[in-house]
């Protein structure tokens, strides 16, 4: 069953987000995630939203995201976007 992933940050770190966001795709697509999302300017319906940048991705299922999370070259990359950024990351358990 598909999980999706969605992270909500606010950025701190520019350069160190930038170096982070240019190494993602590579792994991602590694490990047969797929990016739904990326918006650094997202519409606030109701509410409010602390954040800077949402981004939704989708794995076939929590396994899969596991490998990648957990993978070496995802846990490389992330150092970077876990300096330069504050937020959440949530896992969605899709129907």
């Not at 606010?10 to 047969?32: C, E, G």
């Not at 999370?69 to 876990?82: F, G, K, T, V």
Request: glycine share 4%; no cysteine.
């Amino acid at each position: 069953m598909t999980v999706y992933v969605l992270a909500q940050i606010s950025i701190h770190d520019r350069r160190r987000y930038d170096r982070y966001a240019a190494r993602f795709m590579p792994v991602l697509t590694r490990y047969q995630g797929r990016l739904l999302a990326a918006d650094e300017a997202p519409v606030t319906v109701e509410g409010s939203w602390p954040y800077d940048k949402v981004v939704l991705m989708a794995f076939e299922d929590r396994a899969a995201f596991e490998r990648w999370a957990n993978s070496p070259e995802y846990r490389e990359i992330s150092e970077d976007r876990l300096a330069a950024t504050d937020g959440v990351v949530l896992t969605v358990q899709g129907f």
